[in-house]
């Protein structure tokens, strides 16, 4: 055994090394985790918006207003989902949607579709949080630590 006490102090610093590391790792593997539940949200999120639009369900005075200004979204359309992707800006998550669609669609048409799809990721990911949003269309949607934005739809 040494007398001079050098064991303990290699022991207690390989210790506290292995602890910071642990601590480190962990809090990098929840946010990481975090950051991919919002990614599966946005995507479930992304296909009901897409599901809605492939039945063509709406309320019946949206239905009417299409049947009068857009009938086109009054059919079912065959929209494909390209990528869903999560940007990082630091504490702000932004989610980026591209879609394609056979189907020839006006600027207008494909506003209204982006803006669904957009409103369910939204909703699917606050419930996905249990956050409790204070607006309708789910525009302060949280998790549990990112504030979550969804940008314009890309069409290719």
Same mark, same amino acid.
């Given at each position: 055994?040494?007398?001079k006490g050098?064991i303990?102090?290699e $022991?207690i610093l +390989?210790?506290g !090394?292995? +602890?910071?590391l642990?601590?480190?790792?962990?809090?990098?593997?929840i !946010?990481?985790?975090e950051? /991919?539940?919002?990614?599966?949200?946005?995507?479930?999120?992304?296909?009901?918006? %897409?599901?809605?639009?492939a039945?063509?369900?709406?309320?019946?005075?949206t239905?009417?207003? $299409?049947?009068?200004?857009y009938? *086109? %979204?009054?059919f079912? %359309?065959?929209?494909?989902?390209?990528n869903v992707? #999560?940007l990082?800006?630091?504490?702000?998550?932004? !989610?980026?949607?591209?879609?394609?669609?056979?189907a020839y #669609?006006?600027?207008?048409q494909?506003?209204?579709?982006?803006? *669904?799809?957009?409103?369910y !990721? *939204?909703?699917?990911?606050?419930?996905?949080f249990?956050?409790?949003n204070?607006? #309708?269309?789910?525009? /302060?949607?949280?998790?549990?630590?990112?504030k979550?934005?969804?940008?314009?739809?890309?069409?290719?």
């Amino acid at each position: 055994m040494n007398n001079k006490g050098q064991i303990t102090v290699e $022991y207690i610093l +390989i210790v506290g !090394i292995i +602890i910071i590391l642990f601590a480190t790792i962990s809090h990098i593997s929840i !946010i990481e985790s975090e950051k /991919n539940t919002i990614l599966e949200s946005a995507q479930i999120g992304t296909q009901i918006g %897409l599901d809605k639009n492939a039945y063509a369900m709406y309320y019946n005075d949206t239905f009417n207003d $299409y049947m009068i200004n857009y009938p *086109r %979204l009054t059919f079912p %359309l065959e929209i494909k989902v390209i990528n869903v992707t #999560l940007l990082d800006n630091g504490n702000v998550q932004s !989610i980026q949607v591209v879609l394609h669609s056979n189907a020839y #669609l006006t600027s207008n048409q494909k506003e209204i579709i982006s803006s *669904r799809i957009n409103y369910y !990721i *939204r909703k699917t990911i606050s419930e996905t949080f249990n956050q409790e949003n204070n607006d #309708l269309y789910y525009e /302060n949607c949280k998790s549990n630590n990112f504030k979550i934005e969804t940008k314009k739809v890309k069409w290719v």
